[in-house]
Nanobody, 124 residues
Framework: QVQPVESGGGLVQAGGSLRLSCAASGRTFRSRTVGWFRQAPGKGRDFVAAIVWSGGSTSYADSVKGRFTISRDNAKNTVYLQMNSLTPEDTAVYYC?????????????????WGQGTQVTVSS
């Protein structure tokens, strides 16, 4: 199995940037879809972005389109989420997840392996 491990969260002022990393522990991400989700206090787990490892096709939530960029590094077996122009509404725990079989990129129930999450806090 593959275990996603997130890093890179922290506290940033509104308008700032952060880059989250998701490294694969165990097996690789190859031939899988890797997604980022976020969960704010008292809310559900929302889709943020996803990338299909083979081919690099990407998807984004409308709320982050144009501000966030998902990418992968084949050599490092790592997925990144570059977050720019952050707002307090982006404050959440961010989770990385991977699918065994290709399924809906936006549905968290279609993901099989989840990381522990990393906190992102954006101050106003």
């Amino acid at each position: 199995q593959v275990q996603p491990v997130e890093s890179g969260g922290g506290l940033v002022q509104a308008g700032g940037s952060l880059r989250l990393s998701c490294a694969a522990s165990g097996r690789t991400f190859r031939s899988r879809t890797v997604g980022w989700f976020r969960q704010a206090p008292g809310k559900g787990r929302d889709f943020v972005a996803a990338i299909v490892w083979s081919g690099g096709s990407t998807s984004y939530a409308d709320s982050v389109k144009g501000r966030f960029t998902i990418s992968r590094d084949n050599a490092k077996n790592t997925v990144y989420l570059q977050m720019n122009s952050l707002t307090p509404e982006d404050t959440a725990v961010y989770y990385c997840a991977a699918q065994i079989m290709l399924g809906s990129r936006r549905n968290p129930n279609e993901y099989d392996y989840w990381g522990q999450g990393t906190q992102v806090t954006v101050s106003s």
